[in-house]
Structures are given as structure tokens and as C-alpha cells.
């Protein structure tokens, strides 16, 4: 049983993990020969055997040697991603770092925010790839690709709010048989020239690079084509584990792709017309449609994947404080890691389908593809290395030692890409710093916010002496009342406001304050921690729940778990009302930020989730208190 579970995991793997790496046969060849390209490659058999030989050994150094054996050897409680690098070096780096751990952090920041530009683009240039196998079974369809794609897409968003669950369990099985297909193309194509088997050599690419080098280094703009989703293997860790992974890797996925680069080298050493869609034209005429439909599939799945990948850094960027309080469903019971993010997802959508109008072409769209994932990659192996020496003691000499070659490799594609800035590259920058301003601009804010409602709230202590000693005549009525707060040092501004203005206090009071955790989740038995505030019968009891960054916090659930027994008196939970304290910002005269930072700070707050929603609160019983503070 227990190996039938394990198969189990890496069949799901298959259908979740490798469908954006898994489609790249499809459109790296075909970019890298495009004579439409600003840099073209001649089609001339000691490129076709160069070309091939870096795809070969860039796909083993990046994807197998730096995030197969390297990078998911770090996790956050079984989680990985960049998300996960950047909790790690917040918990793990030395005191005297903490400097270099704060701009390795910034590092990380746009790095996910990169993948926000990988995942508007993935959809668009995976889906548009595929449906463009039709220009090879009937060229007069060639106009209703762009239609076709944009179809495709919106259908696939549209689903999104339905959840994964069913869908996902078909995953797998059509990834194993786009896998075995495009394996079995593969030896097909090289029995056409066999000699292509030569480009397994390591010496043709350094030979490439070494007497070409004009050349080669302008075709790793598009080689890099064949790592993206490398990020992926790594990101959905946590789901599906090291071990799995690894193991579809290894034994499927990679020969797979391996033989699918092979057989379009010797396609196109066979006859060079073969460029204009080596993928395709491996298959024998009767099995193109097929084809064509297959890779559909797959690429609908290659999108999900990153779709999903979205939802789960924007939650976990909320969870850390760099966007702010998302609304997030829940799509599966059994499943927590399947998620929805609604404004995500329409976002995603508009972005998406903007592309496909605006660049019509998967060939046009690689240029601007690459530049995220050399920079993520980039991003990754920095932060890596780092963590190896801060969390394992690895002597300095031997990061020196590993570091400099990877990164030397991670940064000559980054230079590449960087020569097709102006014909698309720029776009993938625009979208990551664009979303790197917010998340930063965020941060700041709410810490500045944060400073203020600490001024203002003043310390609880005080204010519950102040209470206890009937300074001034309070009101107690009975019933309990629950108010949300940031912390256990400070006054609520719900419960100041209730009693300098209402002079009234309910009987039982419980303040409640949620911290996040550096971990993907806490167990229900840790999840929350009471303290009596120094008085154990003036009725008041402070509440801490704790969450980790991919959970989403149910307030009355957390508070169920409460043992009666360690309360002021009982709670009446199925009674009880709900006081929320509400900021309305604005722009203020102080130099606290520039006000262009003030003025996104505000508008990005118009997105935050509503805050009985988010926290689980019924609506019927929650009061909301506002207060307004000035940036």
C-alpha cells in the first residue's frame, strides 16, 4: 500500500508540478531557428548540434543539479518556493547579517513578484503554442488561432471558482500519455539521424559557445525556454513532497523532453524547412490533430499549474504583510492547498488575454518569457546559497565554489535576455517591478499604520487598571463580546471606543490576536494560547490564535478550541458579538513616504478583503467601529 501511495503522488506530480517544463518542447526549438528573430541561428548542422547539446545541459545544470538536488533540499516545514527561501532567511540569518538578510530578502520580494509576470505570460505563450499545431494540419486556419486561444483561456479562468479537485485527479493520467507521446516522437525523429545522439556530448555546447560565441550567447535568449517551470518543481514541494518529484523527474519527465529535443534536431539536420514547427512535424500527418488536441490539454494544464501558483505566493505575500488581507476560498475539503483567489484570477485573466491580443504569436511572446524565469532562477540560486551557509555552517570556500559557476551560467542568460529588451523582454521587468512597488510600498505603510494605532490605542494593562478601579462608571451587561486586535499589548480601538463613549463593557470580554506563523500551517492542538492579562476575575481574557502563512484564519473555530475551564467564566460562543475596529487612511502632511508611495498605499488598500469574511465571523453578530489615521 504504501508504495501505491507513493506512485500515487508521483503520478499527481506529473499532472501539477511538470505542466509548464513539460510543454517547452513545443516552442523552444521553434523559437530559437525563427529567422523572424532580431538574432536569428542559421540552420547549419553544427548549430542544430550545438543548440541542442545547450538545451540538453542547461536543462541538467538549472532544473536537475540547482532545484532537483540543490534547492528543494531547503524547506519551511515540507514547503518550498521563494516564498518559503524568504521566511527561512528571516528565521535563520546570523544577527550580524542582518543587513545583507534584508536586501536578500528584497531579492526574494521580486522574485515573487516575477512570477506574477511568469504567470500572466505562461498561460498566454503555452496555450498559444498549441493551438498554433493547427497552421500545421490546415494552414487556412492560421487566423483563428488568436480566437481559438483567447477562447481557451477565458474558459479555463472561468472554472477557476470550481475548484481543482475534480479536475486535478485527471492531471496525471493525460500528463503520463503527453509524456510517453512526445518520448515516443522523440525516437521516432532520431532514427531519422541518429548522429543527433552526439549532442549528448558536453563538449558540443561548450564548443558552441566557445567558437560561436555571437551566436550562442544570443540563443540562450530562447534555450532558456526549456528550464521555465523549473520555479515549479520547487513551489509545489510541499504538495506532492522531494521524493515524488524527484522521481517523475528522473524517470519520465526529463527523458521525455530529453528524446522530444533529440528527435526535432534530427527533424531539422534531416531537412532544415523542418524549423517552422519541429514539435508538430515529428508526427506522422494522421496524428497531428491528435496532437494538436493533446497539447491543448497539456498546456491547459501547464497554465493551471501557474495559475495556482499565483493564488498560493499572493496568500502566503499576505500572510507575510506584502499585500494586503486577500479574500481566499477554500475550493476543496480535503485538499488545503487548493485555493481560489478571486481578484487574482480576474487580474490574471485581463493581463492574459491582453497578451494574446497584444503579441498574436507564442514565437513573439518567448521574448518577453525568458527574462522572468533567468531572473527568478537568478534569485533562487543567490538565496540557496545563502541559506547552505547560514542553516548548515557550509564553509564559505565551498559556496564559492558552487555559487560561481551556477550563478555565472544563471546570469549569462539574464544577459542574453536583457538584448531582447525592446522587443518584449521589458515587459516581464515592467510587471515584476511594478508588483515588487506594491508589495514594498505595502510593507511600509502598513508599519507606519501599524506605529500610529499603537499610539493611539495605548497599553492594555493601563487601560484594564484603569477599568478594575472604577475610575469611571462603566455599565456591565451580560453577554460576551470578542474584539479582534493586533496584539496583547495594546487597547483594541473597538473596546476604547465601546467604553469612553458608550461607558458600557459586556460581561465576558475576549481580545483576540492572530499571529502568523513561519510555517505552512499549526496543528489545532498548538493553535491557541490564553493569558489572563495579571487580573483572573475582571472578565477579561486575551486570546492568541495562531496560524501558519498558507491557512486562512477562522476566528470562531480557533475560539471553540478554547478549554472552558481556563476562561473567566463561560463563554457563550453561539452568542457572542464581534467588534471589528476599521482604518480609513489618508494623506497626511508628514514625510513619512513620498506621496506617490502614499497615494498607492491608499489605493492598494481599496482591494483588502472584508474583514469578517476573511476571518470567519458571522455577520449577524459583528459591529464594526472606524477610525481614521493620517499617513
Not at 517552422?276 to 493533446?294: E, M, T
Request: net charge neutral; charged share 15%; hydrophobic share 50%.
Amino acid at each position: 500500500m504504501a508504495d501505491t501511495a507513493r506512485w500515487a503522488l508521483v503520478v499527481g506530480a506529473l499532472g501539477v508540478v511538470f505542466g509548464d517544463i513539460g510543454t517547452s518542447p513545443i516552442y523552444t526549438l521553434q523559437t530559437v531557428f525563427d529567422p523572424g528573430d532580431p538574432h536569428p541561428v542559421p540552420v547549419r548542422a553544427d548549430n542544430v548540434f550545438g543548440v541542442v547539446s545547450l538545451v540538453f545541459w542547461s536543462v541538467v545544470i538549472i532544473v536537475t543539479v540547482t532545484y532537483v538536488l540543490l534547492a528543494m533540499r531547503v524547506d519551511n516545514d515540507g514547503e518550498g518556493g521563494i516564498m518559503a527561501l524568504i521566511t527561512l532567511i528571516r528565521r535563520w540569518s546570523a544577527p550580524g547579517e542582518r543587513r545583507i538578510a534584508a536586501w536578500l530578502t528584497a531579492l526574494g520580494i521580486l522574485g515573487a513578484a516575477l512570477f506574477f509576470g511568469d504567470s500572466m505570460i505562461t498561460p498566454a505563450i503555452s496555450v498559444l503554442s498549441a493551438i498554433e499545431g493547427v497552421e500545421v494540419v490546415q494552414p487556412s486556419l492560421k487566423d483563428l488561432v488568436v480566437p481559438l486561444t483567447a477562447c481557451v483561456i477565458s474558459a479555463l479562468f472561468l472554472v477557476q471558482r470550481r475548484g481543482t479537485a475534480v479536475v486535478g485527479r485527471m492531471f496525471g493520467p493525460v500528463m503520463f500519455i503527453w509524456f510517453t507521446t512526445i518520448a515516443a516522437l522523440g525516437v521516432a525523429g532520431i532514427t531519422r539521424h541518429p548522429a543527433i545522439l552526439r549532442a549528448l556530448s558536453p563538449t558540443y555546447a561548450l564548443g558552441f559557445l566557445g567558437h560561436h560565441f555571437g551566436t550562442a550567447f544570443f540563443a540562450l535568449a530562447a534555450i532558456v525556454l526549456s528550464v521555465t517551470g523549473a520555479e515549479a518543481l520547487y513551489a509545489d514541494m510541499g504538495h506532492f513532497g522531494r521524493r515524488s518529484i524527484t522521481r517523475a523527474w528522473l524517470l519520465l519527465v526529463f527523458p521525455a523532453c530529453a528524446l522530444s529535443y533529440l528527435g526535432q534536431g534530427a527533424l531539422i539536420l534531416d531537412d532544415p524547412a523542418h524549423i517552422s514547427s519541429p514539435f508538430f512535424l515529428l508526427a506522422p500527418g494522421w496524428a497531428r490533430l491528435p496532437l494538436v488536441l493533446l497539447a491543448t490539454a497539456a498546456t491547459v494544464i501547464a497554465s493551471q499549474a501557474v495559475i495556482t501558483g499565483a493564488y498560493s505566493v499572493a496568500a502566503q505575500a499576505a500572510q507575510l504583510g506584502y499585500l494586503p488581507r486577500l479574500r481566499i476560498v477554500h475550493t476543496s475539503e480535503s485538499t488545503i492547498g487548493q485555493i481560489y483567489v478571486p481578484w487574482i484570477n480576474w487580474l490574471l485573466l485581463v493581463s492574459v488575454l491582453t497578451l494574446v491580443f497584444a503579441f498574436r504569436s507564442s514565437t513573439a511572446l518567448a521574448f518577453a518569457f525568458g527574462m522572468a524565469v533567468t531572473a527568478t532562477i537568478t534569485i533562487t540560486t543567490l538565496l540557496f546559497f545563502y541559506l547552505a551557509h547560514a542553516r548548515w555552517h557550509v564553509p564559505r570556500w565551498m559556496i564559492a565554489l558552487g555559487v560561481t559557476p551556477l550563478v555565472s551560467l544563471d546570469l549569462l542568460f539574464v544577459a542574453a535576455n536583457l538584448t531582447k529588451l525592446l522587443h518584449g523582454a521589458w515587459l516581464p521587468l515592467l510587471i515584476g517591478l511594478t508588483a515588487f512597488t506594491i508589495m514594498t510600498t505595502w510593507e511600509r505603510g502598513r508599519a507606519l499604520v501599524s506605529a500610529e494605532r499603537l499610539r493611539r490605542e495605548g497599553p492594555l494593562p493601563q487601560f484594564i487598571a484603569e477599568i478594575a478601579t472604577g475610575t469611571a462608571p462603566i455599565t456591565r451587561v451580560p453577554g460576551t463580546a470578542i474584539f479582534l486586535n493586533r496584539g496583547k499589548h495594546t487597547v483594541p480601538l473597538a473596546l476604547r471606543a465601546n467604553i469612553e463613549h458608550n461607558h458600557v463593557r459586556h460581561e465576558h470580554i475576549v481580545i483576540v490576536s492572530i499571529r502568523t506563523e513561519p510555517m505552512p500551517r499549526v496543528h489545532d492542538a498548538d493553535r491557541v494560547a490564553l493569558d489572563h492579562l495579571g487580573v483572573d476575575d475582571d472578565g477579561i481574557t486575551h486570546v492568541t490564535a495562531r496560524y501558519g502563512y498558507m491557512e486562512t484564519p477562522d476566528i470562531p473555530a480557533a475560539l471553540a478550541l478554547v478549554d472552558p475551564g481556563d476562561t473567566e467564566g463561560p463563554l457563550d460562543l453561539d452568542h457572542a458579538t464581534y467588534f471589528l475596529s476599521t482604518i480609513e487612511l489618508r494623506r497626511g502632511p508628514a514625510p513619512t513616504m513620498a506621496l506617490w508611495r502614499k497615494r498607492l498605499f491608499i489605493a492598494t488598500s481599496y482591494i483588502t478583503a472584508d474583514a469578517a469574511d476573511h476571518f470567519g465571523l458571522p455577520r449577524d453578530r459583528t459591529i464594526i467601529i472606524g477610525s481614521k489615521i493620517e499617513l
